[in-house]
């Protein structure tokens, strides 16, 4: 069984800088997919970003990237120019490609960007 | 409609009564999940759909639990006999397809408190 863990509960960055958001996972498949998903108070989630497993190079949507680790089984994400918008929990998750229909997620991880 | 809906979006209901949970997914897509949000946690898989038919309902966390979809569309989530531990956000979401490339859209969720 796949495991997901977010070990940062809460954390906090000052509008305008920068913040890292910490994932690690457990898994013995080869091909899997790992999100980055964004709830905020209004508690719609939306998708932030995605990763497929196979390729190396790290994904990135606009202020929005991530740190792949697949030797770690590392999946970090970095939020570039913090806005008060991106105040959320942030939710980590994981995909195998043997059942696309059951994903994985950590415990998340409530962001406060203060002003 | 333009996003997937769910209703109610609240219930209250008493220990020992039945409820019944409604998703409306996005219309053309085929894939529809279910998943259970506690307090302040991540998200808990219960089921997902590709059509009409369940591939996985190894979330289900007792057979008081029950899912159904019909025309590919509205599914329902019944929760029989309610329990105090049943008290949670449902959470619906859907995509083209059960695939880790189709990007899952979440409905707002059903609060449900069991007194």
């Known amino acids: 069984a796949q495991t997901v863990t977010q070990s940062q509960p809460e954390m906090s960055v000052q509008e305008a800088e920068t913040v890292t958001l910490s994932c690690t996972y457990d898994?013995?498949?080869?091909?899997?997919?790992l999100f980055w998903y964004k709830q905020p108070p209004s508690r719609q989630m939306i998708l932030v970003i995605r990763?497929?497993?196979?390729?190396?190079q790290n994904a990135t949507e606009n202020r929005f990237s991530v740190n792949f680790q697949k030797a770690a089984k590392s999946f970090s994400l970095k939020i570039s120019d913090s806005q008060l918008g991106d105040t959320a929990m942030y939710f980590c998750?994981?995909?195998?490609?043997?059942?696309?229909?059951?994903?994985?997620f950590g415990d998340g991880t409530t962001l406060t960007v203060k002003p | 409609g333009a996003g997937v809906s769910q209703s109610p979006s609240n219930k209250v209901t008493e220990k020992g009564k039945d409820v019944e949970l409604r998703c409306d997914p996005i219309?053309?897509?085929?894939?529809l999940y279910w998943y259970r949000q506690r307090l302040g946690q991540g998200l808990e898989f219960l089921i997902y759909?590709?059509?009409?038919?369940?591939?996985?309902k190894s979330g289900l966390p007792s057979d008081r639990f029950s899912a159904e979809r019909t025309g590919e569309s509205v599914s329902t989530l019944t929760i029989q006999r309610t329990q105090q531990e049943d008290s949670a956000v449902y959470l619906c979401?859907?995509?083209?397809?059960?695939?880790?490339?189709?990007?899952?859209?979440f409905g707002p969720g059903t609060r449900l408190t069991v007194l």
């Open positions: 990763q497929e497993a196979y390729k190396q």
């Open positions: 979401a859907s995509s083209l397809a059960a695939s880790g490339t189709d990007t899952q859209y």
């Open positions: 898994t013995s498949e080869s091909n899997y997919y």
């Open positions: 219309s053309g897509h085929t894939a």
């Open positions: 759909f590709q059509g009409n038919s369940a591939p996985d």
């Open positions: 998750a994981f995909l195998k490609n043997t059942n696309a229909g059951k994903s994985t």
